[in-house]
């Protein structure tokens, strides 16, 4: 690292793009909107400037984001050419790209993940961004690159997507600004929302009935938990049907403050989905179930074992935390 002490500038990473001619872009796996529509904006920003560039997956890309501008631009294989510049964006570690991925040539890390280990040669972190989206717009504007409707879309919906359709903590008058400015640019929040929101498959809607009909209040209606056996993959038409964000559907309820969806696994045993509201800490109890994540999100898996007494060791966990929570 050139420099880890200090973090850049959108100026700086304006300049340091500029300095390279085959640049690619890395996301992290599972990837999401944020990560998908800062790529691509970014992505059609370079192209734009003449570079040579390719964006880079380990995941197939969600149907609900192959609506994307550029998205057939984002691959699951590495491009032919050696890039001299890697930029990752919105990944908290270099690892969040795919276990085997080694990145070439420079690094340049443009995040806003308060985790974020500044793994880059440039590390361009910046917390107060509601997206990644939002730096992406700051570095186009380094670079004197115009907001198209294309990068626009892009960029409205990286935004919108990680704050929720403007419901989270992140939705700052500062988030709104940036909305306004895209949709000024010809981004469509409507014809956006739909894609991403309003697009379920029936096997989505299916699975999705299975999951919340399982539904189990517990500990006075603060623990919410749900199963999705491999009964209901199956009846459901299969586990790419799980619609994103399902797992957060059950902390949603009123005075619920942590929730766990399991999935049974083919293989046996389960994985765990932990949502929680902040009072319990999710990533705490993952950890002691072999997992990890964050304080309001985390997941574990318990492989090659019985499922229901792995189901029920994971709920005796959750029940002695809400225990020891002051009455609500
Ligand atoms: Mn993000």
Not at 99 to 121: C, K, M, S, W, Y
Request: charged fraction near 25%.
């Amino acid at each position: 690292m050139s420099n880890p002490a200090a973090d850049a500038t959108a100026r700086d990473v304006a300049l340091e793009l500029r300095a390279h001619e085959r640049i690619l872009i890395v996301s992290h796996a599972r990837p999401d909107g944020d990560c998908l529509g800062s790529a691509t904006a970014l992505l059609a920003a370079l192209r734009s400037l003449g570079k040579t560039v390719a964006a880079y997956n380990t995941s197939p890309v969600p149907r609900i984001l192959a609506f994307l501008p550029e998205i057939d631009s984002v691959s699951t294989e590495l491009p032919a050419w050696a890039p001299d510049l890697t930029v990752f964006v919105d990944c908290g570690g270099i690892d969040r790209v795919g276990e085997n991925f080694v990145p070439q040539g420079r690094v340049l890390n443009i995040d806003h993940h308060a985790t974020n280990d500044r793994f880059g040669d440039m590390n361009y972190i910046d917390v107060g961004a509601a997206a990644v989206g939002d730096q992406v717009r700051e570095i186009l504007r380094e670079l004197g690159v115009e907001l198209t409707p294309t990068i626009a879309t892009s960029l409205y919906t990286a935004l919108a997507t990680d704050t929720g359709c403007f419901r989270y903590a992140n939705t700052s008058a500062r988030a709104f600004k940036l909305a306004a400015e895209l949709a000024d640019a010809g981004a469509k929040p409507a014809y956006i929302s739909q894609q991403v929101y309003e697009s379920r498959t029936p096997g989505e809607v299916m699975l999705t009935a299975r999951c919340l009909s399982s539904l189990h209040l517990e500990s006075a209606g603060r623990l919410a938990w749900a199963e999705l056996r491999n009964s209901d993959f199956a009846k459901a038409g299969g586990r790419d049907n799980e619609p994103e964000g399902l797992s957060s559907e059950l902390r949603a309820i009123d005075g619920v403050e942590i929730s766990v969806l399991f999935h049974e696994l083919e293989e046996g045993g389960l994985r765990g989905s932990l949502r929680g509201k902040g009072n319990v800490s999710c990533s705490a109890l993952a950890e002691q179930l072999g997992g990890g994540g964050h304080v309001a999100a985390a997941g574990f898996a318990l492989k090659g074992v019985e499922y229901e007494p792995a189901r029920d060791k994971a709920l005796d966990l959750l029940r002695t935390a809400v225990g020891k929570l002051s009455p609500g």
